[in-house]
């Protein structure tokens, strides 16, 4: 009984949602963790690592724009390859993403399957992996999904869970 009441209310909430998510809610990590230092601890090290660590958030943040702001996905799958670090989750789901939104189901799962190898806990993988599996019909999948969702979050009221429940209540993640 709880379960019906639960989805009804996901539906509920889904019907009197805006059709479609802003950019922003459904958007990604816009500042992901940089990528580990490469060298010792001496002091030129420290600068060096401040620069490469600037290069990647600056280049990541390009990427985002060149997928939220312009939807050129491409483009974004080469700026994100360029930054030279595959093994970022939010990099590897940003790419995944834009594989999914290029209609290259088997890339975009693969991306997805590789943030979440570098990161497990790494909720916007966990989302957008999940509106994959809506969108491949897989909607017992994207419950999982959704509960690891729940499980990382603490809750059932953050971004990432909200977005994956409604999805999975309208039954398309088109629109993500």
Known sequence: MTGRLLAAALLSAALIAPPALTPALAAPDSSPSPPPSSDGNSSGS?????????????????AYATIYDRADYAAAIDQLKALGHDDN???????????????????????????????????????????????????????VHLSRIAQLCGNTSCEE????????????????
């Open 46 to 62: 420290k600068k060096k690592d401040k620069r490469s660590e600037q290069r990647f958030q600056d280049g990541y943040r390009a």
């Open 89 to 143: 989750a939010s990099v590897a789901t940003l790419i995944g993403y834009s594989y999914r939104k290029l209609g290259d189901t088997k890339l975009a799962q693969a991306w997805y399957e590789r943030a979440l190898k570098t990161d497990p806990n790494h909720t916007k993988t966990w989302q957008y992996y999940g509106l994959w599996q809506v969108e491949q019909g897989n909607r017992e999948r994207a419950q």
């Open 161 to 176: 869970y909200t977005s994956l429940a409604a999805a999975i209540a309208a039954g398309t993640g088109s629109s993500y």
